[in-house]
């Protein structure tokens, strides 16, 4: 079992950039593969990237692509999201799920255990 914990979300203008992490509180990262998703109001939960157990291996939804960035540190149990030139409809809460196994990396519900969210805010 792991329990995350998102940080680093915030208000930023347009074109600027934020870090997201995402620590375990308890259990080891390095068993899981990594996903971010993110969900704006009244939209569904969607994905955004996700990275093997081991990196380097890593997908990006199409929105996020060359502006987003997903890295593992798995010596120190965490998962960062660089998220560059960001636009206003980046604009979510912010969650890091994590799955034991390969399969649909689009699909929140084949992933096991989820954060809390962290809220991101972009202004025109």
């Known amino acids: 079992q792991v329990q995350l914990v998102e940080s680093g979300g915030g208000l930023v203008q347009a074109g600027g950039s934020l870090r997201l992490s995402c620590a375990a509180s308890?259990?080891?990262?390095?068993?899981?593969?990594m996903g971010w998703f993110r969900q704006a109001p009244g939209k569904e939960r969607e994905f955004v990237a996700v990275?093997?157990?081991?990196?380097?291996?890593?997908y990006y939804a199409d929105p996020v692509k060359g502006r987003f960035t997903i890295s593992r540190d798995n010596a120190k149990n965490t998962v960062l999201l660089q998220m560059n030139s960001l636009k206003p409809e980046d604009t979510a809460v912010y969650y890091c799920?994590?799955?034991?196994?390969?399969?649909?990396?689009?699909?929140?519900?084949?992933?096991?255990?989820w954060g809390q969210g962290t809220q991101v805010t972009v202004s025109s």
């Open positions: 799920a994590a799955r034991r196994w390969a399969g649909s990396w689009q699909n929140d519900q084949e992933y096991d255990y």
């Open positions: 308890e259990g080891t990262l390095s068993s899981y593969i």
């Open positions: 990275i093997h157990w081991s990196g380097p291996t890593t």
